[in-house]
């Protein structure tokens, strides 16, 4: 992948953020011809978190960009998210993924013998960087923009949870080294969500278990997984719910009378004392093996035989809490809600009226046409206190309605 040179572009980024007044157009321009070379320099990386951490307003990087003039709300908020996406990419390989896969199907071609085709290659790819500093080096870059997410993690305790996933995963040797100091250090002071680093680490064996979903047998399971799912960190209950799921949706308990049933598995799912809609959300995540969402429940002719009522065991399992927090490994239950009943207006009244007025906005504003019976709910939601609720409602509304 090739672009301008990023000293050229640094030098675009730093010649507008001189001018009296941010420019929206130049600066997106710039974060857009951006392109961070695999063997960036000490200098240029430097300069880069520099620039990037004054659109962050943090002190560290120079005199925080005035977003007032001649800026939409919108817009401020699009150049932060792109300085923070940026700062990120740094820590961790965002195709990593993405590499694994090609080469994989590189493999199989050379163990065939065959060419490998001219369009299996990852140079299309942003490179993959070599980070220009040692342990120390690395610290003191990025302390600024870690200090700056701790801020969060007192009321937000789970603000870091993606982040850290991502470099424990994919990161760069040096980040994943800084990082995991950086843990460490945050559980000795008691900020954020205990032993994080160790739930990760966890959360990663449970991913690659619910990944290959191997048979085991059901007491085995009753001993090792179904404990984890009670575990005080949400990241190891959904993982371990994601692992149950994908179980269940391989029909890996076939033939084990000891297994509960499907309908058994979700009836304990629904009454789950702690992190219940994270362990749900896991568990369909699991299950959806051939990415059909909720209607992999839905179309579940045993279930259906058994009489389960899937629209209020959802509505159970969401009334249990509201707030929630965002998990990087098991897709979030309201992600399935949404789609599933994006076209059922009495399904979006009922979570309203069990105080899911958000979710409810997610299944309305889902299709990008108008549905039968959606405007009355629409024009409640855009009464709603919340502007993240009725402000998009409202938008549909004007666009559809």
């Not at 130049?26 to 978190?49: H, K």
């Not at 990852?122 to 070599?130: I, K, S, V």
Request: hydrophobic share 45%.
């Amino acid at each position: 992948m090739t672009g301008k040179p990023v000293a050229e572009t640094l030098a675009t980024f730093e010649a507008a953020l001189t001018a009296s007044s941010a420019d929206y157009d130049t600066l997106i321009g710039a974060f857009r011809d951006l392109v961070v070379p695999a063997d960036v320099t000490d200098a240029d990386l430097t300069r880069l978190y520099n620039i990037c951490y004054r659109l962050l307003d943090i002190p560290e990087g120079g005199p925080a960009v005035d977003f007032r003039a001649g800026m939409s709300e919108w817009q401020a908020g699009h150049l932060t998210a792109c300085a923070a996406g940026v700062i990120e990419r740094t820590l961790y390989d965002p195709e990593a993924s993405t590499r694994a896969w090609i080469a994989r199907r590189q493999a199989r071609f050379r163990e065939r013998g065959q060419p490998i085709p001219d369009d299996l290659a990852d140079d299309r790819l942003p490179p993959c960087l070599t980070i220009p500093w040692d342990a120390a080096t690395a610290t003191a870059r990025i302390r600024p923009f870690l200090t700056r997410l701790e801020s969060s993690l007192r009321t937000a305790p789970a603000a870091h949870f993606r982040l850290c996933w991502n470099v424990a995963r994919d990161g760069y040797p040096v980040f994943q080294e800084v990082l995991a100091a950086w843990l460490a250090d945050l559980d000795a002071r008691g900020i954020g969500w205990p032993r994080t680093a160790e739930a990760i680490a966890t959360a990663r064996d449970l991913d690659a278990l619910s990944q290959a979903a191997e048979p085991i047998p059901w007491t085995e399971c009753e001993d090792d997984l179904l404990p984890l799912l009670a575990h005080p960190h949400p990241m190891v209950a959904a993982g371990a719910a994601r692992w149950l799921g994908a179980l269940y949706g391989s029909d890996r308990f076939d033939g084990d009378s000891d297994a509960p049933s499907l309908t058994a598995i979700l009836e304990r799912l629904r009454t789950h004392p702690k992190h219940r809609v994270a362990v749900a959300g896991g568990f369909v995540c699991g299950y959806d093996i051939m990415l059909d969402g909720l209607s992999a429940l839905a179309s579940n002719k045993m279930l259906e035989a058994a009489g389960f009522d899937l629209d209020q065991w959802v509505l159970d399992v969401l009334t249990f809490e509201k707030d929630t927090d965002y998990l990087p490994n098991a897709q979030a239950l309201w992600f399935y809600v949404h789609e599933h009943y994006a076209a059922d207006p009495a399904f979006a009244t009922r979570l309203i009226d069990r105080d899911r007025a958000w979710i409810a906005m997610m299944c309305a504003t889902e299709l990008d046409e108008p549905v039968a019976g959606m405007r009355p709910v629409l024009e409640r939601l855009a009464a709603d206190l919340h502007p993240e609720i009725a402000h998009p409602a409202r938008m549909h509304l004007d666009r559809y309605y």
